[in-house]
C-alpha cells in the first residue's frame, strides 16, 4: 500500500567513509531471497556493504581503489552469485556472496557487444543476461553460448520473482 517499512544507513563523510551503515552514492541494493540479506551498493567509497533484512550490519567487501574500479549496478542471482557492472573497466564482475571475486568478461565499446556506462543488469528465465547502457544509450541480449561452462554464465533469477 506504498507504507515505508524501515530505513537505515546516513551519509558519509566524503571521500573514504568506513564506518559501517554510512555511505556515499548508494548506486543500487540487491537481496538474496533466501537469506534476506540486503547488498547496499556504496558506490564512492567502491564497497558493497551487507545488512540483514531489518537494517542489521553483517560485513562489507571493498570492489577496489577507484579509480579504475567503479560500480555502477549489481544484481544477486539465483546462482547465488552477485554480479556488477563495472563503468571503470567496462566489464561485468561475478563474486560470491561473501565478496571473493570469481570472475570477469566484457570490454568497453560502441560495437555490439561492447559496453559503456551500464547502469541496469537483469536476467531471465531462458538464462539471457540484459544490460542497460545510458552512455550508449541502448539495451543488449547476451545469450550464454551452447556448452558454456555454467560457472562463468550469468545466473537466472530467482523463481519467486517470476
Known sequence: NGKKLAQWGEKGTAPNEKRPGYWNNV????????????????????????FDENGKYLREWNFGPRPPMDIHSFIVTSDRKLWAADQGTHKILGYDLQGHFLYSWGSWGEYPGGMWGVHGLSTDQEGNFY????NNGRVQKFRPRQGANPEFVVGKPWKGVW
Open 131 to 134: 544490460v542497460a547502457e545510458v
Open 27 to 50: 548506486h543500487g541494493i540487491a537481496v538474496d531471497p533466501t537469506t534476506r540479506e540486503v547488498f547496499v551498493n556504496d558506490r564512492a567509497n567502491s564497497r558493497a556493504q551487507v
